[in-house]
C-alpha cells in the first residue's frame, strides 16, 4: 500500500511566494491533501537560509514521518489536476525509482512524439516536484553529508549527485505532472523563461498507463563542474 507525505519548501520571507503557497494549496486541493496524505507541511525559509537548508529539513521531514514516499514541492509551481491521485499511481507503478515530476531535457521532446510515459534521466531529479521512497531518504542524507562539501549551495543537484554516484535509477513521468509558475522569476537569480517543462499539460493524466510501456533513456546533463564539489 502506497502512503504519501509532502512537503512544500517556500522562501517565505517573500511576499509573493507565500501567495504562491495558498494558490499551490489550492490546485492540490485541500481535500484530496486530507485524503491522499498522511502528512502535508509547509517549510518555511523565513531567514533566507537558502535552498538546501530549507530542503534539507523537508528530507529530514520526511525520513520521520514513516509514509512509503516523500515528495517534496517548490513554491512556485502549478501542477496537473488530479496532482496527488496521479502522484499515487506513479508510485504504485515504479515504486523503487527516484522520480522527478518535471523535466526539460530534449529526450522529453522524443517521449511527446512516441507518447512514451517515461524517460530515464540519470540527473533526472529537477527541485521543482522529487518523490523519493522514503527508506531511501536517510541513505541520500548520510550521503551527502559524508560526499559534497559544504560550499555546494543547490538542493537538487544534491540529489542528483547522489542518484549518478549512486546508480540510483532516476525516471521522470511523460507529460511532467508540475511546471513553472513563474519561470522567469527565482530567488537565487536562475529566473528566465526557459525554465518550463518540456512537455506539461494541466488536463488530468489519470486516463495514462503508467505501469507499461518502453522507457526512453536520455543523459547526463549536469554541469561537469558540480563534481568538484564531491569528496
Given at each position: ?117 517515461w524517460v530515464e534521466i540519470p ?102 563542474h558540480y563534481n568538484e564539489f564531491?569528496?
Amino acid at each position: 500500500m502506497i502512503t504519501l507525505s509532502v512537503t512544500i519548501m517556500s522562501g517565505s520571507f517573500d511576499a509573493s511566494r507565500r501567495s504562491m503557497v495558498e494558490r499551490l494549496i489550492r490546485e492540490i486541493k485541500p481535500e484530496w491533501i486530507a485524503k491522499l496524505t498522511v502528512d502535508f507541511q509547509v517549510i518555511s525559509d523565513w531567514w533566507r537560509n537558502g535552498p538546501w537548508p530549507t530542503a534539507q529539513r523537508c528530507w529530514n521531514h520526511g525520513d520521520v514521518v514513516g509514509a512509503t514516499h516523500h515528495l517534496l514541492l517548490q513554491d512556485d509551481i502549478t501542477v496537473c489536476d488530479d496532482f496527488l491521485l496521479t502522484v499515487h499511481e506513479l508510485a504504485r507503478a515504479k515504486p523503487d525509482a527516484i522520480l522527478g515530476l518535471y523535466s526539460n531535457r530534449k529526450i522529453c521532446d522524443e517521449a511527446k512524439a512516441k507518447d512514451a510515459r517515461w524517460v530515464e534521466i540519470p540527473d533526472g531529479t529537477w527541485g521543482q516536484a522529487i518523490l523519493m521512497p522514503t527508506a531511501k531518504i536517510g541513505d541520500f542524507l548520510a550521503w551527502e553529508c559524508t560526499h559534497i562539501k559544504r560550499s555546494f549551495k543547490h538542493d537538487d543537484s544534491r540529489v542528483a549527485l547522489w542518484c549518478i554516484h549512486t546508480k540510483q535509477q532516476v525516471l521522470c513521468p511523460q507529460p511532467s505532472l508540475v511546471d513553472h509558475a513563474a519561470p522567469d522569476k527565482s530567488l537565487v537569480g536562475h529566473g528566465r523563461s526557459s525554465r518550463v517543462a518540456r512537455w506539461f499539460q494541466k488536463e488530468s493524466p489519470l486516463h495514462l498507463d503508467w505501469a507499461e510501456g518502453e522507457i526512453l533513456k536520455g543523459a547526463i546533463g549536469m554541469p561537469k563542474h558540480y563534481n568538484e564539489f564531491v569528496l
